[in-house]
């Protein structure tokens, strides 16, 4: 028999027993991160969307950036702890939006540490991960200090970033998604 009327393989895995079934294809995950910024509505807005046009799904990612009272420990752990609970009541917030968005509940994720430098490291560790989406700063000039921090740091992204202006309606973001 020629190589060109072999019969079929199955793949049959590492073991040799039974076929794989087909994988399943990993579904999308939209990284929003969250601030107080007004054009980080935007971001959320157009991953909510992509997440239910796709079926996709969104992630929360909330940063507590180091507080200036650290020297003063009780108050700095007083602080601390403010911070995460408002941290965590703003993505429950937000979790209830995507969740009325999307038909999903969001992956939540809190971070303590340079907001910049965490969303590195999150991509890094997390591979779930397909795509960042942020929003930049509707002023001209200044796309804002995550997208900024990102361009220097091209080489450590394994994932594609979604840049929505911050300028942008409901109504205009809903058109592009």
């Known amino acids: 028999m020629s190589e060109d ?3 079929p393989t199955t793949d049959r895995g590492a ?4 076929p794989r079934a087909a994988e399943k294809p990993r579904q999308r995950v939209f990284l929003v991160v969250v601030d107080e ?6 971001a959320l807005r157009f991953a909510c969307r992509r997440a239910m046009h796709t079926g996709g799904r969104v992630a929360l990612l909330c940063v507590i950036e180091p507080g200036e009272f650290q020297h003063w420990l009780g108050v700095g752990r007083v602080l601390e702890e403010e911070a995460r609970l408002g941290a965590e009541r703003r993505l429950q917030t937000l979790a209830a939006e995507v969740f009325r968005e999307t038909g999903t509940m969001p992956t939540l994720y809190i971070r303590e540490g340079d907001r910049a430098e965490e969303v590195l490291k999150l991509l890094e560790e997390e591979p779930e991960i397909s795509l960042l989406v942020l ?7 200044n796309p804002g200090p995550i997208v900024s921090h990102l361009m220097k740091n091209l080489d450590r992204l394994r ?6 202006p911050g300028h942008l309606s409901d109504e205009e973001i809903d058109a592009l998604t």
């Not at 073991?15 to 039974?18: D, K």
Request: proline content about 12%; glycine content about 12%.
């Open 5 to 7: 009327s072999a019969p």
């Open 15 to 18: 073991s040799g027993g039974e």
């Open 37 to 42: 910024s007004r054009e980080m509505r935007n």
């Open 135 to 141: 929003a930049t700063a509707p002023e001209r000039g």
């Open 159 to 164: 994932v594609p970033v979604t840049l929505v």
